[in-house]
């Protein structure tokens, strides 16, 4: 339209940058950063929308429900695993271990996705890559079928619980100061217990509180499953 002489001059509209648009990478992103934020508990499908600046609906068309949102959580996690190594039948057992430290490495780093995937059956490529892998390091080491796949259920767990159980100590704030005082506590109960009737809690209260680390607790676990699945392993 022309623009008359006597018509004041109206400024230019500033363009509006368009918005990117919505996919499940940038879900994901945004749930992950909820959840480093603010914990498990504070991811919704709406808290996820407001940090995207839109709607819960509009996340619908892209990730069905929150319980396929945890699965996206899983599965960003264990993106981030590195085991590429070839698996060795002569060393299965070291390896097994190897990654079983890495499942912990990976979920220290996203704190809230061990609690996401417990009571999940991971579906995702790179979950099932995790899966197979282990399964490929049991059948090495010759554990039968059954085995095999009961412990591809029971390994994912333990080290599941030692991360979330770790995530829930980390988000009680206590000091060192504080972890020693709830120990000697701790300690202390355990010594008072009649001791005709707990006799053994009685005389281990001591290594029963005192003499680890996570760390060193977590080896012990691993090493003791890895153990008796070679137990249960069949003659070649």
Do not use: C
């Amino acid at each position: 339209m022309t623009q008359h002489p006597w018509q004041p001059i109206s400024p230019a509209k500033p363009a509006r940058a368009a918005k990117e648009p919505l996919n499940r990478e940038r879900i994901v992103d945004a749930a992950m950063r909820v959840l480093v934020s603010n914990g498990y508990d504070a991811v919704s499908m709406r808290k996820v929308a407001q940090e995207l600046g839109t709607g819960p609906a509009s996340l619908y068309a892209h990730v069905a429900n929150k319980r396929e949102l945890d699965q996206l959580l899983v599965e960003r996690a264990a993106a981030q695993m590195d085991f590429d190594e070839a698996v060795d039948p002569e060393r299965w057992q070291e390896q097994l271990k190897s990654m079983m430290r890495e499942m912990l490495r990976v979920l220290r780093a996203n704190p809230g996705v061990a609690r996401a995937s417990i009571g999940q059956v991971p579906l995702g490529e790179r979950a099932l890559r995790s899966t197979e892998r282990i399964l490929a390091l049991l059948k090495a080491g010759n554990i039968p079928d059954q085995a095999a796949a009961w412990a591809v259920d029971l390994i994912p767990l333990y080290v599941t619980a030692i991360a979330f159980e770790e995530t829930v100590q980390s988000a009680s704030n206590w000091t060192p100061e504080d972890v020693e005082g709830f120990v000697r506590g701790l300690r202390d109960y355990f010594a008072s217990l009649p001791a005709d009737r707990f006799p053994l809690t009685v005389a281990l209260a001591v290594p029963m509180t005192s003499g680890a680390t996570g760390d060193e607790r977590f080896e012990f676990g691993i090493a003791v499953i890895t153990a008796g699945l070679a137990s249960l392993a069949k003659p070649h």
